[in-house]
C-alpha cells in the first residue's frame, strides 16, 4: 500500500488488513507509517521518498521480503497545486509530476516481476483526469499522463491477467487541498463519501475491472 501515510491510504490499508490482506506499507511520514504498522498488528512498513527512483525501488524490494511476495500493488500518493495555468511554478509542477506519475509509474514498474500472473494493480487518478478543471491544470494533466499510462499498461499485461484498475474519483475532503504545493483552491464540490470509494476499490479488486468512475446521473461510483 503505498501512500499509506494520507487520508485515503490509511483508509485503504485498515480495509485491506480487516479483510483478511496481509499489508505491506509505504509513506512520507515515517511517525504516521509506524503508527499505522502497529495498529494494523506490527504491518511491515517502510518509508519512502516518492520522487527517488531507488527509494521507491527499496520499498518495493522491503514488501516483497515481508510478505515472501505479492499478490497485488495499491498506489494512492497525491499532492496539488491550484492557479492560472499561465501563472503556474516550473518547480511546483515538476513536483507535481514527480509524485502523482512518475512516483507510481516507478513503483509499478519495480512491483510487477513479483506479481504473480492473475494479480492486480490499483492507481487512483482522479476524475480530473476526464474532465480538467479550471485552476487546476497542471494537477489535471498529472492524473491525466498517469491515467492514460494505465490504460496502455493494462493491454500490454492482459495477457498475464493482471488487472490494473484505474480509480478516478470525484473531490474526496481528506484535506489534500490544505496541503496544496501553491495557490488557493477554486470552489470544489461536496467531498465524495470516502467508505463508498474504499468499498469500491475493494470490490474491484476481488472482481477485476478496468475503472472506477463517477456515474454522474446517480451519483455514486460505478466499476467498469
Given at each position: 500500500m503505498a501512500g499509506a501515510t494520507g487520508?485515503?491510504?490509511?483508509?485503504?490499508?485498515?480495509?485491506l488488513h480487516d479483510a483478511g490482506a496481509r499489508v505491506a506499507l509505504t509513506g512520507r511520514d515515517g511517525d504516521r507509517l509506524q503508527a499505522l504498522a502497529a495498529d494494523l498488528g506490527?504491518?511491515?512498513?517502510?518509508?519512502?521518498?516518492?520522487?527517488?527512483?531507488?527509494?521507491?525501488?527499496?520499498?518495493?524490494?522491503?514488501?516483497?521480503?515481508?510478505?515472501?511476495g505479492l499478490d497485488a500493488v495499491v498506489v494512492a500518493w497525491g499532492v496539488v497545486a491550484f492557479?492560472?495555468?499561465?501563472?503556474?511554478?516550473?518547480?511546483?509542477t515538476e513536483e507535481l509530476f514527480a509524485v502523482n506519475t512518475l512516483a507510481p509509474m516507478?513503483?509499478?514498474?519495480?512491483?510487477?516481476?513479483?506479481?504473480?500472473?492473475?494479480?492486480?494493480?490499483?492507481?487512483?487518478?482522479?476524475?480530473?483526469?476526464?474532465?480538467?478543471?479550471?485552476?487546476?491544470?497542471?494537477y489535471s494533466a498529472s492524473k491525466a499522463a498517469l491515467s492514460a499510462w494505465a490504460g496502455v499498461l493494462r493491454r500490454e499485461v492482459r495477457s498475464r491477467g493482471v488487472t490494473v484498475l484505474d480509480v478516478r474519483p470525484p473531490h474526496i475532503?481528506?484535506?489534500?487541498?490544505?496541503?496544496?504545493?501553491?495557490?488557493?483552491?477554486?470552489?470544489?464540490?461536496?467531498?465524495?463519501?470516502?467508505?463508498?470509494?474504499?468499498?469500491?476499490?475493494l470490490e474491484g479488486l476481488r472482481e477485476g475491472g478496468r475503472e472506477i468512475v463517477l456515474d454522474p446521473r446517480e451519483k455514486r461510483l460505478v466499476r467498469r
Open positions: 487520508v485515503l491510504g490509511g483508509e485503504l490499508a485498515r480495509a506490527g504491518a511491515p512498513a517502510e518509508a519512502v521518498d516518492a520522487v527517488d527512483v531507488g527509494s521507491v525501488r527499496a520499498a518495493v524490494q522491503a514488501a516483497v521480503t515481508a510478505l515472501g492557479g492560472p495555468a499561465a501563472d503556474a511554478d516550473d518547480a511546483v516507478s513503483l509499478v514498474r519495480a512491483a510487477l516481476p513479483h506479481l504473480p500472473d492473475g494479480g492486480a494493480v490499483v492507481l487512483l487518478s482522479a476524475i480530473v483526469a476526464d474532465a480538467p478543471t479550471l485552476q487546476m491544470a497542471e475532503d481528506t484535506g489534500l487541498v490544505d496541503r496544496a504545493l501553491a495557490g488557493e483552491p477554486p470552489r470544489l464540490p461536496a467531498g465524495h463519501d470516502r467508505a463508498e470509494l474504499v468499498a469500491a476499490v
